[in-house]
């Protein structure tokens, strides 16, 4: 298995090279910026990437955006970001990229330099191997980022009775409320999805179709 290693840090960077060359991986090139790790990628075709997420010049995210930049010009190299943090947007991009050769460990989190080693042969295979730790950010974040998750209980019940088609008056019927407060249920609604004023029948529409493409999912 061949490797190229992005890491800013020299000490983190010979330890992961003499940590893989003792265990039987070659090191084609360890680098400490991300358009060096772009180089040597298209340079040497190697099976897999391990890349840290801050680095030069601004310490921010240039590490996973040369991953996703790998993940996307480069199919046949696997990537794993080992690094201190979780980069969510980057993170999302790379992980939905591609089901296989594909990871995101944290540095604090890998206990047993064996198991590491077993992950890093297993995303290089096709595999994945991702911190729960970063399934766990990164599902918040959709959760965030979901307008529907805004909704109030009794406002996805009321958008459901929407999405049935049944008018306001029907609605309150069903859920044994006052047609004033299935109003004000609904404006709210509208609110929280973003839906600008309109006409509310247009709105209307537009909130059921956001239900029904969610449930869908």
């Known amino acids: ?19 893989l060359t003792a265990e039987g991986i070659e090191v084609v090139e ?26 030069p010049p601004t310490f921010t995210d240039e ?21 201190q943090y979780v980069e969510e947007q980057y993170a999302g991009d790379l992980l939905s990229s591609s089901a296989r050769g594909v990871g995101y ?12 080693v077993g992950e890093l042969r297993r995303v290089a295979a096709g595999g994945t191997a991702v911190d729960p730790e970063v399934v766990g950010q990164l599902l918040a974040r959709a959760r965030r ?37 299935v109003e004000k249920h609904v404006s ?4 929280k999805l973003d839906l600008p004023p309109d006409s509310d029948d247009h709105r209307r529409v537009l909130a059921v179709l956001r239900y029904l493409e969610e449930a869908a999912r």
């Open 1 to 19: 298995m061949r490797v190229v290693i992005a890491e800013d840090s020299v000490l983190l960077r010979e330890g992961l090279t003499s940590l």
């Open 30 to 55: 360890a680098v400490d910026t991300a358009e060096r790790l772009l180089t040597a990628v298209d340079r040497h075709a190697p099976d897999l990437a391990l890349v840290d997420v801050r680095m």
């Open 63 to 83: 590490g996973i955006r040369a991953a996703v930049v790998v993940r996307a010009n480069n199919p046949g190299t696997a990537v794993l970001v080992l690094s």
């Open 105 to 116: 460990l944290l540095k604090d989190r890998v206990g047993d330099v064996g198991e590491f």
């Open 145 to 181: 980022d979901d307008p529907l998750a805004r909704l109030t209980p009794r406002e996805t019940e009321v958008l459901r009775h929407m999405a049935a088609g049944r008018s306001n008056t029907g609605t309150a019927s069903e859920l044994g409320v006052t047609e004033k407060a």
């Open 188 to 191: 709210n609604i509208f609110a």
